[in-house]
């Protein structure tokens, strides 16, 4: 597992009916706050500010395909040659990261190969590598520095 401190949160959130929302400086636009957007936006918060990730070779929430099955996976950063370079999955804080979640991680990762899956919620964050030689995931004790 990963030690994570979030930075203080600067974020503009307002109210839109009963609605809370939440400015994603990534997508340019309010949000609706759900707890996984909160688990979300903290994490992107910490990639960029505290690991030094650029935001402009970061990608929130776009569609993907898994056979016939539409999907959205919830972040991947690219790197400077702009191909998937982490692939992360977000859970609201109260959802414990399981196998089943390690498991959607690997299945966007057939569709998005990525050298780094990350899943968090918030709490406890976990980062493999595969070892394709080895055929098994090495899990790291800390994220990989931004190359």
């Known amino acids: 597992m990963i030690a994570i401190s979030f930075p ?3 974020f503009k959130i307002m109210k839109e009916g009963n609605k809370e929302m939440i400015f994603d400086r990534f997508r340019k636009k309010y949000v609706v706050l759900t707890p996984e ?3 979300r936006q903290n994490f992107l918060n910490y990639l960029v500010k505290v690991m030094g990730y650029p ?5 929130i929430e776009k569609e993907i395909y898994l056979g016939e099955m539409k999907k ?3 972040i991947v950063i690219y790197n400077r040659a702009t191909q998937p370079w982490m692939l992360v999955e977000c ?3 109260n959802v414990p990261l399981t196998e089943q979640t390690m498991q959607q991680v690997i299945r966007y990762n057939m569709v998005i190969p990525a050298t780094y899956l990350v899943i968090t919620n918030g709490i406890h964050t976990f980062c493999g590598k595969y070892m394709a030689r080895e055929q098994q995931w090495n899990f790291l004790s800390a994220l990989p520095s931004f190359a």
């Open 72 to 74: 959205r996976y919830d």
């Open 91 to 93: 859970k609201e804080m």
């Open 55 to 59: 935001a402009a070779l970061i990608g």
């Open 37 to 39: 957007e909160w688990v």
């Open 8 to 10: 203080p949160p600067d």
